[in-house]
C-alpha cells in the first residue's frame, strides 16, 4: 500500500493514527502517560455504544461475540483489581489508597485488557504499523538535536510538564528528557519519549516488528533504521537480545503446523544432546558476560526479586501487599519488584495476580503460534506476545502499557481474525483461504 490509499477509514483509525504519529508532540507537552488512558477508555465506550445498539464490531465478528483470549484477558485485569482490593483490605490501608490504587489499575493493568478488546474494532494492522514508521522517521530527524544537547552538556532533563499533577509513578514520566548519563560507565544513553532508556529498547523492538510488516519499500527502511537507531540509543542488553530472539522465536513457531516440523525437531533434539555440553557453557558465558555489562545494574535487580519473593511468601502469599514499597538502601530504594513483572505481581497481588497475568499470556501465545503460519497477522501479534513474555523478565508491563498499546491493539486483532478464520472452518469446512474483510 502506498502513502495515498493507507489513511484511516473510520473513527477508531483515526484516533490511532493521529495519536500514534503525534507522539513526540505529546511527549514534548508531557501528556503521553495520559493520552493512552484516554484514548483506551473514550474508544471502550465507543465499542460499548455498538454492542448496545447491536452493530458489530468487525466484518469478521458475528454481532455480540468476543474471542475467548479477549475474555481471558479482561478477565485476568478484573482479577488484578480484585486482588488489589483484597491486598488492601488485609493490610488495611485505607479507602483513600484504594482509591488511588484503583485509578492507577486504571491506567495501567485494565490497559492490557482494554486495548486487546479495542484490536476487535474495525482497525487495520496495517494502519498501526504505518503510523509508527513515522514515529521513527521522528526519530531520524530529532537525532541530531539530542546528540548536539549531549555534546552542549545541556542540561539532562530541561522540563517536567504541569501535568504531573494529574499523578503517576514519577516524574519521568512528565519529563522531557535530552539524555541521561550512565553512572555506571559514563556513557551518554537516551530513552526519548519512554520513562527510562530500557523502555525504549522495548518500544523499538515493537516498531522493528511492525517495519517489517511494511509494504512499501521506502517506509520498511525507515522502520528499521529509526528502530535499531533507538536500540542502540538506549544501551539496553534486553533490547539487543528481544532484537534477534523475538523474530527468530516466531518464524520457528509459525512453522509449527508444517509437516516436515515433527521431523526437524527430533532431528535436532538428537543434534543438541550431542552438543548440549559446549552450547550450555556458552550461554554459560554468553549469561556472564550479559550480567557484567551492567553488573551495578544487575545486582540491584536480582536484590529486589530476592526482597520480593521472601516478603511475598512470608507476608501475603495469596492476595499481596495491595502496594508497592520501597526497598534498602542495599537497592538504593527502588521500589520492591520493580524492574520484573512477576516478582512485582508476587509482592503486590501475590500468586492470584502472577496468575491473572499468566493465563492469558500464555493462551495468547499458544492459539497465536498454533496459527501463525497460516494468519501474517497472527504472526506478529506472535511476536508482540513474545516480547512482552521477555520483558516480564525486565520490565513491568503496568508502568510501561500506556506506552506498548499498538503492539496490544494488533494481538487484540490477530485474535479477532483467528475467530473468525475458526468461525468459517466451521461453518464451510472446505474453507481454508477465506480473509476477513475491513469495512
Known sequence: MDTQTLLPQNTEERVVWHTLR????????????????VIAWSLLLLLLHRLWQGRPLHPGLPQGQLPVAIWLWIIGMLVMLLALIVGHLDFQLGPGKTIKSSIGWAKGWALLAIFPLLGCLNIRPEIIYRASMYVCLHTLLLLPVFVLAWLAGLPQTPYISPLQVIGGPGPEFFALSLYEIDPGSGSPRWRLFTPWAP???????????????????????????????????????????SLLLVWFGSLLLSRLRHPATPFLTGAGTVLLGMIAVPVLDALDRFWQAFRSARADSSRVREALGRIAVDRWSSDAPVWGHGIVERGPHLVEFMPIGSHHSWYGLLFVKGFVGALALAVPLFYSIAQLAWWSGQLPVARVALAMTLLLLLYTFGENLEILAYLIWPALIVIGAAHRDIHHRAAMRRTTPEQTTGEPQHA
Open 199 to 241: 523502555a525504549l529498547g522495548f518500544i523499538a523492538n515493537i516498531f522493528f516488528i511492525f517495519a517489517l510488516q511494511e509494504r512499501a519499500r521506502r517506509w520498511r527502511w525507515i522502520g528499521i533504521a529509526g528502530s535499531i537507531l533507538m536500540i542502540l540509543m538506549s544501551g539496553s542488553r534486553l533490547a539487543l537480545v
Open 22 to 37: 503525534a507522539t513526540y508532540l505529546f511527549y514534548l507537552l508531557g501528556a503521553l502517560y495520559v493520552v493512552a488512558p
